[in-house]
T-cell receptor, first 118, second 114 residues
């Protein structure tokens, strides 16, 4: 069965520090997608990125970057020069095809609470 | 503005009462989902629907029911059979339920049952 592990329950940093959020996944499928979502205090999850299993290129978007390594089944998320507004819970999720349905579902990790202090 | 609306934001009920949580989307998405989130935990799938008049149980469907009579609406009923109904409930939608499509989330409803 698929599984997503975010071992870091809480991380606290001071503004402008770089921070990396870890995500390790388990799947038997060769075709799958990985996602990161941000949940600010308001509660609504915000989509950040999607990566498919055939594309191991790292991605950078402003202060955000993602490192996907199939060899270690990891999809880590780094925030450079963190800001107070980055404070939120961050979720990693896995989507894989299911034979019994025609589609897929998301399996979420337990989330990492990031607190950026001024 | 396109998006997902959930109402109300906060809901209080007495134990033994059924309660229905609203979820409406105007994104023209085929697939919709209901998740439950407990403090310090990830999201767990309750029910999902790929298309109108069709839905499937997720991982924790016991004590919940849904309907999908219209494409834009996917209400969730928390029945009295749900043993621990107090939680944060999130509704989501995606273009289809195919693999790889991101889900868009509503603002959530925080249900408290006493």
């Amino acid at each position: 069965a698929q599984k997503v592990t975010q071992a870091q329950t809480e991380i606290s940093v001071v503004e402008k520090e770089d921070v990396t959020l870890d995500c390790v996944y388990e799947t038997r499928d060769t075709t799958y997608y990985l996602f990161w979502y941000k949940q600010p205090p308001s509660g609504e999850l915000v989509f950040l990125i999607r990566r498919n299993s055939f594309d191991e290129q790292n991605e950078i978007s402003g202060r955000y970057s993602w490192n996907f390594q199939k060899s270690t089944s990891s999809f880590n998320f780094t925030i450079t020069a963190s800001q107070v507004v980055d404070s939120a819970v961050y979720f990693c999720a896995l989507s894989e095809a299911r034979e019994e349905t025609s589609g897929s579902r998301l399996t979420f990790g337990e989330g990492t609470q990031l607190t950026v202090n001024p | 503005d396109g998006g997902i609306t959930q109402s109300p934001k906060y809901l209080f009920r007495k134990e033994g009462q059924n309660v229905t949580l609203s979820c409406e989307q105007n994104l023209n998405h085929d697939a919709m989902y209901w998740y439950r989130q407990d403090p310090g935990q990830g999201l767990r799938l309750i029910y999902y629907s790929q298309i109108v008049n069709d839905f499937q149980k997720g991982d924790i469907a016991e004590g919940y029911s849904v309907s999908r009579e219209k494409k834009e609406s996917f209400p969730l009923t928390v029945t009295s059979a749900q043993k621990n109904p107090t939680a944060f409930y999130l509704c989501a939608s995606s273009i289809t339920q195919g693999i790889g499509y991101e889900q868009y989330f509503g603002p959530g409803t925080r249900l408290t049952v006493t």
